[in-house]
């Protein structure tokens, strides 16, 4: 699995307009919707669900990166998004510092094991500074996806 098939570059948002946690999780998964990963039916559902399980822990791991996730009924197909935010959101990260990357992973409720590959695979990647780095300048979605597919050849399996 790469990076940059998990992720679907149409719905990237290079500007998120939502200041909350909530607001952009809401935002990420109206944009997968808008650009048919998810039913638009799902987007209230769907957002519900990441959100709650965004308040059972943050999501935000530290070093200015975001990964909400959920498993759910409504998901057919995984499928995951990027938001940046030059201004930063509140994650209640456990560094405490804004979050400025987010990832946002939907997956189907009935594929925990490919959910923890596709966790696994974004961690991977989001621990190196560089990538992070060049992910919180990226002004633009052609630029992201670039940097997607650059951090699969760079690890390429």
Sequence with gaps: MKLSELI?????IP???G????????????SLANHGAIGQDDVDVVAKAVISRERQGSTGFGKGV?????????????TATI???SVGVDFTSLDR????????????ANEPEQHLAAMEKIFRHLQRETFRRFLR??????????????ADELRDE
Excluded: C, F, W
């Excluded at 975001?66 to 995984?78: E, G, N, S, Y």
């Excluded at 300048?137 to 997607?148: C, H, K, P, R």
């Design 83 to 85: 938001g940046r935010s």
């Design 97 to 108: 510092a804004p979050v400025y990357t987010i990832v946002l992973l939907l997956s189907p």
């Design 66 to 78: 975001a990964v909400p996730h959920v498993k759910h009924a409504r998901v057919t197909k995984m």
């Design 15 to 17: 500007e998120l307009n």
């Design 8 to 12: 679907h570059a149409d719905a990237i």
């Design 19 to 30: 200041s909350s946690r909530m607001e952009v999780i809401r935002e990420l998964v109206q």
């Design 137 to 150: 300048q990226a002004e633009s979605v052609e630029t992201i996806v670039e940097l997607l597919q650059e």
